[in-house]
């Protein structure tokens, strides 16, 4: 009979004695006790790469990865790439994984060519140049991005194979920019204007109306991720960012900002990023992003080499605030545990969460469940399914169950 | 007779009248007005980029920079090279734009054949695979790293230009792996161990030695930088991070710790990486980075177009603790006003503080002087170099000053 599946409590783990006795004892957990270590001069000749006289200067002067790394890379598919998360700690992307959507390709755009127009509801329309943006205050901050189709197939169906594939639409970078207030009181808001458009220059001319309450908050007009300007997939040279907000309202390649009454009913807030009822009709407003979380490591596809000590590690968000509690669940949502958060839990950020787990070598299905600041709890797939219709696409968020095999393969348990 | 140099409350900002006035009045603001701006047809064709149907991945799976941004880049000299900080937003350092500092050169490691050696005064001496080192509990922190001679040509003379010559051999990254301390437990340190030593893999077998304390509390044995595994020049795959500490301590590619009672006296820590006093005597050890700061922009060699709204930007840092305030004097250090610091202010890492500015034409002397949570105050040069002998060289965290000249050109003021 195999001991239950458990969780360790950090202070636990921290007691050599119980690390000593799966090490020793039956060789369970990492690293390898040594009777003979090698001696000082033994080290001088222990390694082949101690040997060479290396180049001071193979990289470029812009670093890349590893060679042994080169697998570590978005994944395509038709109009965008996903971030490999099952290969990412902590919580910043780099923005050569960030994941991308693209409605008409990547435009190149010559950032001393490029304008921004405010216009319509303002007392003075105005037209800024690159220059001027960098110019005024700036705000930078760390906040996920996340497209309403990230998980979307795994509402009807297992799909997906690995958390790339099932939760890749998904990236956390460090973010700055000119606050949108900054430049809309520049312009003055006219006291009716209610709605703001955003148009991009991209060629599918990518539009979103946003709400004057919103614009007026925490919206960033962006020109720098991760402390260099944006990428070009990104929106280079300028884009808008939207904290907590589905992703393709934070229109990238930013041109045209106007202020009008009445929201515009562009193609991408009527035809498309609309969520069908459970009554069937559509709702077309879903802005903010609902609270989520998913295990990053074990995860499908990993094996567990054998039984004993591992982390359970994932990540956590919501557009609502910021994450208050992750609860993990190692035995299919029987009972659950509270996971330990990493911080600064920053507001409409990844937060990483981590749990030590002793696996036993037994089947297990691990959860998690994700609380936020405004009390939204992470809904069960059932219940998300519950409220929407067959046809309905965007905004799944519900809890990712994985099943760990007593082989030590990891699968979607969808 | 010109109005005197100021700088300007944010709130005195967002106040549309002062940036009307100088908007509209001077046409010295970001941004022009513009009296009939185009109508929504004509966005349709007012850029070449939206006339053109992109292709959708012109960019591989590991993204880079557009084209346009090619020149920022890392600086090399003879054994590393420089962050280009002044084209640097926020506190995040791009993995591809850390500063390096090499001994050896950047050896070649297959993290397969990778090991970690614990041994010395411990009950039980290990071995650790990376796999082993992954599954263990891990930690992911945003901490800076500074080499001690960052900075160092300014003790003596003016010698540089930009802040990527005077202040490069600095970066701030997200740093994931083990604490020290969880492996060190593993292994059980014996009660007369002291000091630890860390052993590189690359072929100048870089050495350093720590003190058990510092090595008990918060060092990272360090696998992932910005999420990914690091960079083969910052280790790959395994290195230490002793957040606070000189640069050099965090030892990279690093193979071996042994535990002792003394320091070893080893090559970088007697005839490199020592600092002599004003009496003629070497401190052997000056661990901790000092409390510093540095105006990133307007910063040399970058020239104000015309008179108007500046904000002044900048970066501040302590090996001590935390950063809890900055000033910045633009009349050459005659008065000093508070910085806005960006939160959330972590530990050990940078911060980036920001004050607007109303730059009336006139030359003017820029300065940035931080304090930190102990309440240290970045010192001014004169009393760096009093308190050191002519041969010093490591650890000036003196106050940098930038003239902008009255045609708008910035310099090192030194």
Chains 1, 2 share one sequence.
């Not at 919206?219 to 907590?244: D, H, K, T, W």
């Not at 609380?371 to 799944?396: C, F, M």
């Amino acid at each position: 009979m195999s001991k239950k599946n458990q969780t360790v409590t950090r202070r636990e783990f921290m007691q050599r004695s119980i690390v000593a006795s799966a090490s020793v004892g039956s060789s369970l957990a990492a690293g390898i006790a040594v009777a003979s270590p090698p001696k000082d001069a033994d080290f001088l000749t222990i390694d082949p790469w101690t040997k060479t006289q290396r180049q001071n200067f193979p990289n470029p002067d812009y670093g890349i990865p590893s060679s042994y790394e080169k697998l570590v890379t978005r994944l395509k598919y038709a109009n965008g790439s996903r971030t490999p998360l099952q290969k990412l700690h902590g919580i910043i992307t780099p923005s050569g994984l960030h994941f991308e959507r693209h409605h008409g390709g990547i435009p190149e755009i010559n950032p001393d060519l490029h304008r921004l127009v405010i216009h319509g509801l303002v007392d003075e329309p105005m037209i800024f140049t690159m220059d001027d943006i960098v110019r005024l205050p700036a705000v930078s901050q760390i906040h996920f991005l996340e497209c309403s189709g990230n998980t979307f197939a795994e509402l009807k169906k297992r799909t997906w194979a690995t958390v790339q594939e099932t939760h890749g639409l998904l990236s956390c970078c460090e973010w700055t920019g000119v606050r949108l207030s900054t430049l809309l009181d520049r312009c003055g808001v006219k006291p009716d204007a209610r709605w703001v458009l955003a148009e991009g220059a991209d060629s599918a001319v990518m539009t979103r109306s946003i709400p004057i309450d919103k614009a007026m908050n925490d919206v960033i007009v962006a020109y720098s991720q991760n402390g260099e300007m944006l990428r070009p997939e990104q929106g280079y040279p300028l884009r808008l960012f939207i904290p907590g907000f589905e992703g393709n309202m934070s229109v990238k390649w930013l041109r045209r900002l106007k202020l009008g009454t009445e929201p515009w009913q562009t193609r991408e807030e009527t035809s498309a990023y609309t969520d069908l009822g459970a009554d069937g009709k559509a709702l077309q407003f879903t802005f903010v992003m609902g609270v989520k979380s998913v295990i990053t490591s074990p995860s499908a596809v990993m094996k567990l080499s054998k039984p004993g000590f591992y982390e359970i590690s994932g990540i956590a968000w919501t557009g609502s605030g910021k994450i208050r509690r992750v609860e993990v669940s190692v035995d299919g949502g029987k009972s659950w545990e509270d996971a330990i958060l990493e911080g600064p839990i920053m507001d409409r950020c990844l937060t990483r969460f981590r749990l030590p787990w002793q696996w036993n070598g037994d089947s297990a299905t691990i959860l998690s469940r994700a609380t936020d600041s405004t009390g939204d709890v992470q809904p069960t797939l059932e219940s998300v399914i519950k409220a929407r219709s067959s046809n309905s696409y965007y905004h799944n968020n519900a809890i990712q169950p994985w099943l760990v095999a007593s082989n030590g393969e990891v699968s979607n348990a969808r």
